[in-house]
């Protein structure tokens, strides 16, 4: 997977893995789903951003996005996820450190 961080409407999205996506589609967080080959920044073809208010599973919003965009060798036959870092960070903090909130409450 390539490491691939841009700029979007003041945001800044990054290249993550399919299981982080679904993570952060799950916490509520929108996902940007675009075809591998393309720069989803680009104003041409910017991708299709998802999240769970749409009603869709993960899963199905990734078919969807797939089958619509990823249909030749010059986009990409499959879909690469970026999210926002601001809501990655939301999300995969809280599981990297499980023992903060009980280190903090044994200090005082």
Do not use: Q
């Amino acid at each position: 997977m390539n490491n691939f961080e841009f700029e979007l409407h003041g945001r800044t999205y990054k290249r993550v893995p399919k299981n982080i996506a679904r993570k952060i589609y799950d916490a509520g967080h929108p996902v940007l789903f675009c075809p591998c080959n393309l720069n989803p920044a680009s104003p041409w073809r910017p991708g299709v951003t998802f999240d769970n208010t749409c009603k869709e599973s993960f899963e199905d919003a990734a078919i969807l996005a797939e089958v619509s965009n990823c249909y030749d060798a010059e986009t990409g036959r499959y879909l690469a996820y970026y999210v926002d870092t601001d809501a990655m960070a939301k999300v995969l903090a809280p599981k990297e450190n499980p023992n903060a909130a009980t280190d903090t409450a044994g200090e005082a």
